[in-house]
């Protein structure tokens, strides 16, 4: 064992009689324990939160949109094709999207309206991994109640108070032309399932149908289309494959990513959790602060200690590490600790739910965790630099000591 880790241990271990020093250095391991403890629990909880509104957006909107700058694709086959021999593109499909009155014998609302394919719009949305009663995208092409079926959220049917098989009506203000322009048009549709994303925007007000009837609802062309989505096979490649389909496609196509379309919510989620790590990080200062008053004391203490050392031919570069090293151990030992507090914690929020949220507010019924590694060793290293950093001043003043004055009134 190395000289001055022998001497930084043996000052460790006798700390027990000096109640005074060892109430002290109690106080810097809790303190460095606390404020790594803290922010790994609240950086899991950012990262669950980011994570788990991510997916439920991506369930409902696509990876990547594609859409055509004059408002519409009049024919999206030779597009879509391109689309989906992209590398990266995982699936591809067309889609009507508009808004439209929604009416039935109990009330009526405006809704988004969304016509989808049935054969491939389940390989882009994951509205079907949703499905709270009835049947999912592919059921669109199935007549089983004798009327178009239709698929909404529940917190939309919930307040219209139908049911699976009920009858409703969707209206489009210009769903036919006729010699004075466009005239509305109406449909009738068959409630076939309902979804709960936990998103309320969505929930709310957001029907699908399939494409032939919103075509036939909006008055469109038999291969026409709003737009197209796509799924990657990597969700955080989105934007390098967006604009990969960009150049292929040429200028007269708009294609925008998940990323570029939710940047602002994203962004404040992550200038949110910054802010409170460098909150939560100032309990770590402060315990650092601890051990700069633990390492003076006790160079005060070891006056003595430290000039025999010195005259017996230890070097002032040993010195400083001595009391280096047992600033360090101190702070490791709090990190360590913080560290299985904090993964002690977040799995115990994690495992029972502990902390539910009102799913009329948030998107989520309970605090999500997600604990991931490369946040664990920046805390980690942030913890152990601060405790070095506190270290520095207290070593150099036992590096500098004289041993000719310590040893004076000896």
């Given amino acids: 064992m190395r000289f001055p880790l022998f001497i930084a241990l043996r000052y460790l271990t006798t700390w027990r009689g000096r109640s005074f020093l060892s109430i002290i250095s109690f106080v810097s391991v809790a303190g460095v324990a606390l404020g790594v403890a803290a922010l790994i629990v609240v950086t899991g909880v ?21 859409t055509h700058k004059n408002g519409g694709f009049d024919d999206y086959a030779p597009a879509l094709d391109t689309i ?21 014998g109990r009330g009526v609302k405006g809704v988004g309206l969304r016509g989808v394919d049935p054969a491939s719009a389940a390989g882009v949305l994951s509205v079907d991994n949703n499905i709270v009663a009835g049947k999912g995208l592919s059921s669109l092409s199935h007549d089983e109640f004798g009327e178009p079926p239709l698929i909404m959220g529940r917190e939309l049917a919930q307040r219209l108070r139908i049911g699976l098989g009920s009858t409703l ?6 769903g036919r032309l006729s010699s004075a322009g466009f005239a509305p048009k109406e449909e009738q549709f068959a409630l076939a399932g309902a979804f709960k994303t936990g998103m309320y925007e969505y929930d709310s007000a957001l029907v699908y149908v399939s494409l032939d009837a919103a075509r036939q609802l909006l008055g469109f062309q038999k291969f026409a289309a709003t737009g197209i989505e796509a799924r990657c096979t990597d969700v955080f490649a989105a934007d390098a494959v967006a604009a ?86 101190v702070g490791g030992a709090g990190a360590s600790v913080g560290l299985g507090l904090g993964l002690a914690a977040s799995w115990v929020v994690k495992r029972y739910k502990i902390i539910k949220l009102p799913e009329d507010v948030y998107p989520l019924s309970h605090l999500p965790i997600r604990i991931e590694g490369w946040d664990l060793v920046v805390i980690m290293a942030a913890a152990f630099a601060l405790c070095y950093l506190a270290t520095v001043y207290p070593s150099r003043h036992a590096a500098r000591l004289d041993p000719a004055e310590a040893l004076r009134f000896e």
């Fill in 244 to 329: 990969n389909i960009a150049s292929k496609l040429g200028p007269d196509f708009e294609v925008r990513n998940w990323k570029e379309m939710n940047a602002n919510l994203f962004a404040a989620l992550e200038l949110e959790k910054t802010g409170l790590s460098i909150i939560l990080a100032m309990i770590v200062i402060v315990g650092s602060f601890s051990i700069v008053a633990t390492l003076v004391m006790l160079v005060m203490e070891k006056t003595r200690d430290i000039a025999i050392l010195v005259a017996m031919g230890a070097r002032r570069s040993q010195i400083k590490q001595i009391f280096m090293l047992l600033g360090m151990l």
């Fill in 46 to 66: 950012m990262n669950g939160f980011s994570s788990e509104l991510r997916d439920k957006m991506l369930g409902i909107t696509a990876h990547i949109i594609v």
């Fill in 84 to 104: 989906r021999q992209t590398p990266g593109v995982e699936a591809a499909t067309p889609f009507i999207k508009a808004e439209v009155m929604l009416s039935s």
């Fill in 169 to 174: 009506t969707l209206l489009s203000p210009s």
